[in-house]
């Protein structure tokens, strides 16, 4: 038991050894998020946590499109160079409904950002995956991104650059390809969403209360497996991992079980 949670507490330190950067140095000033807060179109809604979504951007496309000095961080490439970032740790409901901005949330401590930022390089974005999603599941933040920061870093990738080169890609043959990748891992386990002209945006990968993959709902969405998908080629990221079990996450989530049972109505 000692060796399991030894090896639990290594995967869920912050760091780039198993994120998808081909190189990731925080600035030394990190800038300051704004609070994020619910609105009348994004209200405070107390759920039960159904199941889980863990949603993957391919940080190229986002990059291609992105306008502004608020993407330097992620696109600016002094600080990095991403394939797959961490959008977020999603709790689902068990209908189409979700639960999403349960408890006010303060402005996160910059130690908590910069540990993160290597995996999530957006300051508000940060921010907003605690504000909208980390409060429903426990109220400490370190508690939520360990958890998220040992999912993220537990999947591994198809060679992505090949993919990008590949005619006549659907949906499908991606989906299958990032199956492969991970032990226990099915296509209809994944959804992948696309921007106009079909381009690859983010995979989110379906999982049950215990964090094990399972079948994605079909109110979920997701490109048609039938579609032809194309990605915007990024830095090559040799990934030489093996496909591996799913992380121990028993013990992070027993952390934060009594405060996700209790912020249910």
Not at 223 to 242: C, E, K, N, Q, T
């Amino acid at each position: 038991m000692l060796k399991a949670a030894a090896a639990l507490a290594l995967i869920a330190l912050p760091g780039t050894a198993l994120a998808q950067s081909a190189q990731c140095r925080p600035p030394a000033q990190i800038a300051r998020p704004v609070i994020d807060a619910p609105s009348d179109k994004q209200p405070k809604r107390v759920l039960p946590i159904g199941s889980y979504t863990l949603a993957l951007s391919w940080s190229p496309q986002y990059c291609a499109s992105a306008r502004g000095g608020k993407q330097t961080l992620q696109c600016g490439g002094k600080t990095g160079r991403f394939g797959f970032t961490l959008h977020g740790l999603w709790p689902d409901g068990f209908g189409k409904e979700w639960p999403q901005y349960c408890r006010p949330a303060d402005l996160l401590p910059r130690k908590v950002i910069r540990d993160n930022l290597c995996t999530t390089p957006s300051v508000q974005l940060i921010q907003h995956e605690w504000a909208k999603h980390g409060t429903c599941m426990t109220t400490r933040p370190e508690r939520y991104f360990n958890l998220s920061r040992t999912l993220y870093q537990s999947i591994r990738y198809p060679d992505m650059t090949a993919l990008a080169a590949t005619e006549n890609l659907t949906v499908a043959k991606f989906a299958d390809a990032f199956a492969r990748a991970n032990k226990g891992l099915r296509p209809d386990m994944l959804r992948v969403t696309t921007t106009r002209g079909d381009w690859l945006s983010e995979v989110w990968l379906c999982m049950d209360r215990a964090m094990q993959f399972t079948r994605c709902p079909v109110h979920q969405g997701g490109a048609a497996p039938a579609s032809y998908l194309r990605i915007a080629p990024g830095p090559r990221i040799a990934d030489s991992r093996p496909s591996q079990a799913r992380p121990a996450t028993a013990a992070l989530l027993r952390q934060m079980q009594p405060e996700r049972d209790a912020s249910a109505p």
